[in-house]
């Protein structure tokens, strides 16, 4: 957990020109996302968000869109399969997505599946 916040202390400092957040298989479940989420928000620039394999639940699907919807103009690559996200959770996540203007892959699992969109 430690590390999640260290991340969200980076991610704050450098919101406007960090481009890559990558915490795949890390498994930092709800709470570490807890750490770095407020941070996520407030980036701008993001082109790669991998967040697969952290356990992740329906908690925070809301705001995982509200981060896609941040970075619309410049988000590439979002990767948030094999976590525990319902199809309602996925389906929040991936709410915002088909305004992406450059968004080339998306991968928003649902309960430890790996759906592409």
């Known amino acids: 957990l430690a590390d999640c916040y260290a991340i969200g202390t980076v991610l704050r ?3 406007n020109i960090v481009k890559t957040v990558n915490v795949g298989g890390c498994r930092i479940g709800d709470d570490g996302l807890t750490a770095i989420l407020p941070a996520l928000l407030q980036t701008q620039a993001l082109a790669h968000l ?10 925070h699907a809301e705001s995982l869109s509200a981060v ?14 094999f976590n525990n996200f319902t199809g309602y959770g996925a389906a929040q996540v991936n709410k915002h997505t088909h305004l992406c203007t ?15 969109e």
């Open 102 to 116: 450059k968004l080339v892959s998306v991968a928003v699992g649902t309960l430890g599946s790996a759906n592409q």
């Open 13 to 15: 400092l450098y919101h």
């Open 68 to 81: 896609v919807h941040n970075n619309k103009s410049t988000l590439l690559h979002l990767y948030t399969a």
């Open 50 to 59: 991998t967040l697969s394999q952290n356990d992740l639940s329906d908690k």
